[in-house]
């Protein structure tokens, strides 16, 4: 029997989920949640865990992926958006599949299981996303991203940097520009974090 556990807003999908697995026969829904930190503290041991891209808690979809994977968690994302910086995001930080909020019911079965073999569960269309590489940055401009994006503020990471904040603002603003010419716009930069994978040389003491 797979256990899946479900983390989601609407509380209607949990009960929508659990008649859709009952006739499976190898699938049963074992845990609802609305947040990853309930999920977490009450350890329902799943196999499988569905995870709802956008919670109220306004957590970062890729890091809620990575938190969940860190605790030995295999991730299905589900969600009624296929944006695709989204996309990429948390199936980099480790997500084993993402699914539409309208795909049919056996798209969610077959996903499930093969999240549970291990494999990776995405559409064709998905998988095209997954292997566009993301607008290529100097290295500064990289550094300047990594550096804010996981917390440090802009004087911070001036200071870090060992420029000044009009520089630091100059490379953010460089950085949304190239997404803006992929028609990617993004108003808050820290989200493309995820969306590169940091070199030592991006870290400071």
Known sequence: MIRVAIIDNDKMVPAGLRALLAGTGDIQLVHSATTVDEHLAAAPGADVVLLDLRLEDGSDPAGNVAKLRGHGER??????????????????AGAGGYLIKDDDAAKIVDAVRSVHRGQLALTAELMSIINDDPPELSPQEARALYLYGTGSTLAATAHRMGV??????????????????????????????????PRPDFRTP
């Open 75 to 92: 991730v299905l994302v589900f969600s009624v958006h296929g944006d695709r910086r989204q996309v990429r995001a948390t199936v980099r």
């Open 164 to 197: 000044t904040l009009s520089t630091v603002r100059s490379y953010l603003t460089r950085v949304r520009t190239k997404w803006a010419a992929i028609e990617e716009p993004v108003d808050d930069v820290r989200t493309l974090v995820h969306e590169y994978q």
